[in-house]
Each structure stands twice: as C-alpha cells, then as structure tokens.
C-alpha cells in the first residue's frame, strides 16, 4: 500500500470515480470494501490516519450484543452474529472465538443469563462459536481466580469474538488498496463540488502533508466520518440539522495478571445498568466500558475523571486483586456516533446501535451509527444507493466471502500472529539485519523490522500511526510507547527520508499526545 501510489492515482482530473469515501475508520472502509467487490472504482479519502478515531478505541469485541438482546434488538443482535461468523472466517488472523464467563451471585440472575445466552447461541444458528453453558463455583473460580468468591454460585460461559480494531482497519485498507481502490490517509475534503441542479458531481481534497489541492470528479459521495458526519452535511449544506450525539466510552488496560487465564470476564449489570467487559488483549486486560453524551466530537477525546473512577470502582467490586490508579497502564476514550435523541435524554444506552444510511437532496450518502462486527454490512447497505443516483445497474455484491489481507489458516505462535500472511516476510526482515531484530524496548518483543514494514507497506507516516495503530503499545502501555517514540521516529525518518527538524517535532506531538493515555496516581 504505496501512498505515493494512490496519489498518482487520483492526480488523473479526468477520471471519474463511481465512488469516493470520505472517511478511513470502519464505516468508510467497509463502504470502499463492498464497492470495489462489485467492480465499482473507489477514491477514499482520510483526514487523519486510517482508525484514528473510534475505530481504534473499541472494546475489541466482534459480537452480536447481548446487551442489545436484553434491550429487546432482535434484528441488530442477528444481524451482527451473523457478520461475527463471516468476520471470523475472512480474517482469522485479527479475529478470534473468545470465551466469556458471567459470575451467578443470585438463582435469579442464573436462570437469565442461563436462558438468554441460550437464546442468543440459537440466534447464531450455524455460525455459533460455542455452545453457553452454566458451570459450578469451582470451575468459575478455575477459569477466573481473581474473582470474588463471596456469594458466587456459578457462572455462565459464553462465546464471542475478540478482534484487533486498528490492525483490521488497515488490513482492509490494503485489501481494497489490492483491489484497485486509491486509499489514501492524511487527506482533507474541503469542499463538494455541484452541478447547476445542485446534485453534488465531486471534491476537493487537500494533501495534509504537501499542502497540494487535488479535485475529483465522483459519480457517488459517500460521508462515513462517524462523529463527524455533521460537519460534512454542513460542508454540503449549511442549514442541515446536527444528526449526531457523541457517546463516549472509556476504557483501562491493566496488566494480565488482574484476570490471570485465557477467559474474559463480563459484568452484565454495574450499578448503573451497563456492561462491564474485562477482556485479555495482546497479553494485557482491557477493562470497560463507558457511556457519557458529550456536546462536541473530538479526534482525542479525553477520559473523565468521573469515569476512570467508574470503571475502578466496579472492577474493584468483582476482582480479588483490586486495580488501582497505579496500575492502569493507558486509558483510551472513543465517541460513539449515536443518532441525536429527539428528546434532551442523557439515556444514550437506550439509543439504537443499529446503522442508518441517509440521501440528501444533493444526493450526498451520510452512513451514520452502526459498529465494527457489522462493518461490511454497513458497506453492502450503502453502496445499494449507487444505482438510485446515477440510474447504473449494480453488480452482486461479494465483500461476504471475501479474504481480508493477511488471511491465513495458519495459528499465531507469536505476537507477529495479527499480522497473518504477512509475518514470513517480516521475519525475513528481522533475519536480514541484526539492526532489523533489535528491540524497540526491552520490555516488549517489537522490532525495528515492524517500524520498517509499517512505513514501506502499511502507509505510515508519523510516529503515532506506528506507535497507535500499527503495534499499539500507546494502547497497552503509554509510558513504554514514549519510552520507544526516539527509536521509532529514527527508523521512520530514514525510511521516509526526513530531517531532524522532523524527527524533533514529531516526539514534540507524540509525547504530549501520550501524556493524555497516562492518569495520574
């Protein structure tokens, strides 16, 4: 995936595309994912890197939702268990079977949970990742030991999937890259460009990094910027009624041994009515998550003291090893792009996850809500709206059976597993040069062969994109990801061929970014 590649790509004036994406996070990845399977020509454009914003702060899960089912979503939790199983099949090397277990502290709560799960196994028909199951106080205790004993009965397995956002983001951003599609980070849409019938006929993009004004001629927009899509229907027209409410949502990453053992802990009613996940993650735990309305969207929303201590608290109520603010080893915030109540209600937890695709009278296609199991989905809903705009037929589409870059049967036997396919050639780096196998930091297996890779294949081209994004150590560790950022920002600028100057700004942004996934003790 060559950035200069895709640039030469879109510097063609005359081309016009059948399809141009305004956004490089799930719900824009997944529309120029679907379009390109029906052999549809696709330019999307990324103001930041791709799954800067929420689709790299999730909770890693790929799952139906059982909270949805308690809330009564039929068709939204059926529809996500069965993108899950087809998620799980077309990039095993990111997304993988993760069992739950639910602590049973009442015979009330064993019957619910025992029967709801059961209910939601059915839902899942052939692509159910495993049957729930209710098992004895010992065996709860044997799959999670820093659990609270005091009252325990049980426990529920259940099963879902666990997935590594960020890394599936860029991986279908070199499958759609493979297919033909100019994908392109680092570019801002400055303005829609109209015919005389007001119906929007392109865009102006702007290299955020040369400062070179491109423009394109598009057959279909498509405004899959999330928290953001307010601003793009302003861009179009500047009446438009704000559509989304920003939801944030938090989360902690502890150290492994405050949920020692391979099963993940979930907490399906906290003292406010949410779900709690406790779920190991790249040999760390992500605890969360959050549920706050925020008034504006931010590209680097901070976690609320209110929050962190939410999330402490309620972790503190169920595991025997208490986690402090000591231990919490990064805290990320994601805003959810909830569709704005009607009403002034705070509930946001009862607002719909379910996807929304809007045409306005300038024929813009505003994809709004939605979650990263049903991405592809998403995509398939949108790109339908081709053949009302510009009156073509439409192939099938064929983004379900397709393989997301770095597809493999192959099991990961070490941590380059995320990378799939991918893995013999970066071993083959490391191998090359002693350099290539030196350590990033001594607490962490990562390479300078990654850093390598992440600029010559996987578009990066700052230091965060690497440290965020590429190996997300600012995600498990934020104080070691400043530790590294010199070492990295060296690697990169020989690849990239930049100066000092660069490499000084770049640890002057890294570093006060990463301050901000730190909490004081």
């Given at each position: ?394 192939q099938k589409s064929t983004s379900s059976d397709l393989k997301i870059h770095g597809f493999t049967n192959d099991k990961p036997i070490d941590y380059l597993g995320v ?103």
């Amino acid at each position: 995936m060559k950035r200069k590649e895709n640039i030469k790509q879109i510097s063609n004036q005359e081309k016009v595309w059948d399809v141009a994406v305004i956004g490089g996070g799930s719900s824009g990845l997944g529309v120029a994912l679907d379009a390109l399977s029906r052999g549809l020509s696709v330019a999307l454009f990324e103001k930041a890197d791709f799954a800067k914003g929420t689709s790299s702060r999730s909770t890693k899960l790929v799952h139906g939702g059982v909270r949805y089912l308690a809330q009564g979503d039929v068709f939204l939790v059926l529809e996500a268990l069965k993108e899950r199983g087809r998620l799980l099949k077309n990039a095993p090397h990111l997304a993988h079977n993760q069992a739950f277990v639910i602590p049973i502290y009442s015979f009330f709560d064993r019957m619910k949970y025992t029967i709801g799960l059961k209910m939601y196994d059915w839902m899942a028909g052939k692509l159910s990742l495993g049957k729930s199951t209710f098992i004895s106080k010992s065996k709860t205790i044997e799959k999670l030991p820093t659990i609270k004993q005091e009252g325990l009965i049980g426990g529920v397995v259940y099963h879902d999937g666990q997935f590594d956002d960020a890394r599936l983001a860029l991986n279908v951003a070199q499958t759609c890259d493979q297919k033909g599609g100019a994908v392109l980070n680092y570019f801002k849409v400055d303005a829609l460009h109209k015919n005389s019938e007001g119906k929007i006929t392109g865009l102006s993009v702007c290299d955020r990094l040369s400062k070179k004004n491109y423009d394109i001629q598009a057959k279909m927009v498509v405004n899959a910027t999330g928290v953001f899509a307010d601003k793009i229907l302003q861009l179009d027209n500047p009446e438009a009624k704000k559509m989304i409410r920003p939801s944030q949502g938090i989360h902690l990453v502890l150290d492994r041994s405050f949920l020692s053992g391979n099963d993940a802990l979930m907490i399906p009613e906290t003292s406010d009515g949410r779900v709690l996940f406790a779920v190991p993650w790249h040999d760390k735990i992500v605890v969360g998550t959050t549920d706050t309305m925020r008034k504006k969207p931010k590209l680097e929303p901070a976690a609320l003291e209110k929050e962190i201590d939410f999330v402490l608290k309620t972790a503190q109520e169920y595991l025997t090893k208490k986690p402090e603010r000591k231990d919490v080893q990064s805290v990320y915030a994601g805003l959810r792009p909830l569709a704005a109540p009607s009403d002034d209600s705070e509930k946001t937890k009862e607002i719909s996850r379910s996807h929304k695709v809007i045409l306005s009278d300038s024929n813009l296609v505003t994809l709004t809500g939605g979650k990263w199991t049903t991405f592809r989905k998403m995509g398939e809903d949108t790109v339908e709206y081709f053949t009302k705009i510009t009156g073509e037929k439409l192939q099938k589409s064929t983004s379900s059976d397709l393989k997301i870059h770095g597809f493999t049967n192959d099991k990961p036997i070490d941590y380059l597993g995320v990378y799939g396919s991918d893995r013999v050639d970066i071993k083959s780096l490391q191998d090359s040069d002693s350099k290539m196998n030196e350590r990033l930091h001594p607490n962490y297996h990562y390479t300078a062969a990654e850093v390598v890779w992440a600029c010559r294949n996987e578009m990066a081209m700052k230091v965060e994109d690497v440290l965020a994004r590429r190996i997300r150590i600012l995600f498990l560790d934020a104080q070691s990801s400043i530790e590294m950022a010199p070492k990295v920002a060296e690697i990169m600028a020989a690849e990239l061929g930049k100066d000092q100057e660069w490499v000084d700004k770049q640890l002057k942004d890294f570093n006060k970014l990463a301050k901000r996934y730190l909490i004081e003790p």
